[in-house]
């Protein structure tokens, strides 16, 4: 029987976020599997969002990834469909609740927006979700990456993004509730990863997995939020590991 992996993006991002490890888990890893892409609706309230990916996931003991907001997404998902699932897997993302400065941060974008319009996304944005010196070490990567990211804001449009800062702004926390399943849960996160509070995601599986052991955690060196783009081949050797085990 073919397994299956579903894949939710992450803000802005589209399919193009997961191509790259697709490839090399095609080339590396020529079995029966099938990978799904996801789209986060552009309406609707964050049940709604949950609810209606939540329909789309059909295939029992499938494998559900999220990255960064599809993290968040995927930890809920994983919270309604629980035996439905062989394995959560949460790339660049801590699905806790957003912080009082980045609520407030996301109000002063979307009110920006709204009285100027969107221009597309700024170049120091793109910095910050990669590795800080990504432009040293790999100057093509770097390009590289900023032109897919690029090209899935300019694809998905305002709209989308007003949705998506929207629609997470307001969330609870989730990682106590994903330490009483018996599903197990991956953290796959970059070591530079400026989004993520790598220290207090430690620190908070510490406190709760004393009476869990369903959660890893994975750092992948040298990489930053985008770690799709920035490190294919360790997620793609995780899905490796996933669909092997």
């Known amino acids: 029987m073919s397994k299956t992996i579903y894949f939710i993006p992450g803000t802005m991002c589209n399919q193009q976020l997961w191509l790259p490890a697709w490839q090399l888990l095609r080339q590396q890893y020529p079995q029966d599997y099938q990978l799904i892409p996801l789209v986060i609706p552009s309406s609707g309230s964050m049940d709604e969002v949950v609810s209606s990916l939540s329909g789309q996931v059909v295939d029992n003991e499938a494998i559900l990834v999220g990255f960064s907001l599809g993290g968040y997404i995927a930890s809920a998902i994983a919270l309604k469909l629980e035996n439905k699932l062989k394995h959560l897997l949460i790339v660049s993302n801590f699905p806790k609740n957003l912080p009082l400065t980045e609520i407030k941060q996301r109000k002063r974008t979307i009110d920006w ?26 100057p093509q990567c770097y390009q590289d990456i900023k032109q897919v990211i690029v090209a899935m804001d300019r694809e998905l449009g305002v709209d ?72 294919p081949q360790a997620l ?10």
């Open 113 to 138: 927006i709204n009285q100027r319009g969107y221009f597309g996304i700024p170049n120091k944005r793109i910095d910050d979700l990669l590795h800080p010196n990504i432009k040293q070490f790999n």
């Open 160 to 231: 989308v993004l007003l949705h998506q800062l929207c629609v997470s702004m307001h969330r609870p926390n989730l990682l106590a509730l994903l330490t009483q399943l018996t599903l197990p849960v991956t953290f796959l996160v970059g070591d530079e990863d400026n989004l993520v509070d790598l220290v207090s995601l430690r620190q908070e599986l510490k406190q709760n997995l004393h009476s869990a052991n369903n959660i890893v955690l994975e750092e992948v060196t040298n990489t930053g939020h985008m770690l799709p783009l920035e490190s």
């Open 236 to 245: 793609a050797t995780m899905l490796m590991y996933l669909l092997a085990s």
